[in-house]
């Protein structure tokens, strides 16, 4: 059975203190959850929401996690304004999003660089979770299934299938991200079908069975039941609405 994952990626959003009070308010809503919950700040909103996790008796008995929302594809070096996977490591931060559509779209982020990413987090252990997704224009020209197709198989190359633990992929489509409009549950579900396919051709039915998918793209409190109620949907990748406490933790709370 693969876990619900609920993750907010908090993007430009919250600065420290806010991101803690954030925190504060929302660990006591989503204490009785059995979902796995993620948070995603900024760079350096880490260590403080790590410590606000650590601090709290909720967070050491729940499931609430911390990843960064993006890392540098080096390790260490000259690389000016990037963060390493190796600090990650050692501030305790569990995994990284990576090829984040914003990413690919704002910051030139290439398949090959979220490869490279991949990769280096998942030789240090750091959990991933890898976007794809396609454009509006890429959609109604049909190409959907062989954009996303091509971005799994990019992000996968040269992945040995004993990495693939601590992965998961989030399927956002590009024109639902931000914009209120959402994939029917229908379509993600049948991405999310094709995405377990690919991965089945790259590696095996078992690891493609095992791997969760999330969907992302304007998902709100009152889309999210029909979204998780696909058999191939594993949970939500969540932006705008992570940001409010109240509705992050009904989006984690979806199931109550
Ligand atoms: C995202 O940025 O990953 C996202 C899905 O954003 P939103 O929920 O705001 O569409």
Partial sequence: MRKKIIAGNWKLNKTPSE????????????????????????????????????????????????????MAAHEDGAYTGEVSVLALKELGVLSVIVGHSERRQYYNESDSSVNAKLKLARKHDLGVILCVGENLAEREAGQANQVVAE????????????LIEKLA?????????????TASSADAEAMHIHIRKTL??????????????LYGGSVKPDNIKELMA????DG???????????????LVNFDK
């Fill in 151 to 162: 971005q799994v198989k990019a992000a996968f190359a040269g992945v040995e299938a004993a």
């Fill in 19 to 70: 991101a803690v009070a954030f925190m504060q308010s929302l660990m006591p809503l989503v204490s009785n959850t059995t979902n796995m919950v993620v948070v995603a700040p900024s760079f350096v909103a880490l260590p403080a929401v790590l410590q606000a996790a650590k601090d709290s008796n909720i967070a050491k008995d729940s499931n609430i996690y911390v990843a960064a929302q993006n």
């Fill in 200 to 213: 089945a051709a790259l590696y095996n039915d078992e690891l493609a069975n095992g791997l969760s998918i």
């Fill in 236 to 250: 939500a990748l969540v932006g705008g609405a992570s940001l409010k406490a109240a509705d992050f933790s009904a």
């Fill in 169 to 181: 992929i989030a399927y956002e489509p590009v024109w639902a991200i931000g914009t209120g409009k």
């Fill in 230 to 233: 696909m058999p191939n949907i």
